[in-house]
């Protein structure tokens, strides 16, 4: 029933500059606990379709367990999320959010005793229901679009980082996802790597993904990022372009993390 639409590498361009209609995740107010511990403090957030947002700050400071909350991996227990319009409250309308948002982690995840084309198959037969053929014809199709169609048929552990991450992007970007969400997807590889993944990001950001991305890579940051979200102890304390955050940081906590990072 859902044929999944090819994504548009060309049009990169205009589905940019589409950006601006109503926003795809509205976050109001969110907060988290983890028993007494207090992990999120009333996050605000809108981002528009089509924007790359790029999530930086301190380690603690709640960058992973905000974005898990927007495909509800960690439930916020305060406040509301909207993906799509479609409200994320408790157990309800998990499958259809769970479909609008990939999720690509700093280890990759892959299930080891699949090939590549098998990891990247099992989300569309079983939850979109696609004939096999259908799906491999696209997973293939999808390797090829992150640059390793060759290695289809061997098994995650026969691949490099570099190339077992480009193999999570590929399988999230199987269920045909509007928003991506990734954190730290360059953290656990080799230097030499880290460029190989981050360009097939930059592609996927041109082509107009929606992508809140959690890294410290700041060349990526000032290359393609709309805004830099920068947390402190639970919340945002900076929302800004990458040029007014990285000349004119406002936040002591984010002068202190810039000077140590660049
Ligand atoms: P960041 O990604 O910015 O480094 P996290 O979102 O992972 O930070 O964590 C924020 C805070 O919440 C940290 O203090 C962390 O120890 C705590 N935390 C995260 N996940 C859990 C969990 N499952 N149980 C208890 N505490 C957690
Ligand atoms: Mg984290």
Redesign the pocket.
Known sequence: PHAPTPTPLEDGQSSRSEAGRAPIIVAENVHKH?GS?H?LRGVNLQVRSGEVVVVI?P???????FIRTLNALDPHDGGSITIDGIPLNGRHNLDAIRREVGMVFQSFNLFPHLTVLDNITLAPIRVRRLSRAEAEARGLELLRRVGIEEQAHKFPAQLSGGQQQRVAIARALAMDPKIMLFDEPTSALDPEMIKEVLDVMKELARSGMTMLV?THEMGFAREVADRILF?DQGSIVEDTTPENFYQNPQHERAKAFLSKIL
């Open positions: 983890f511990f992990a700050g380690s603690g400071s709640g960058k992973s367990t959690v947390f």
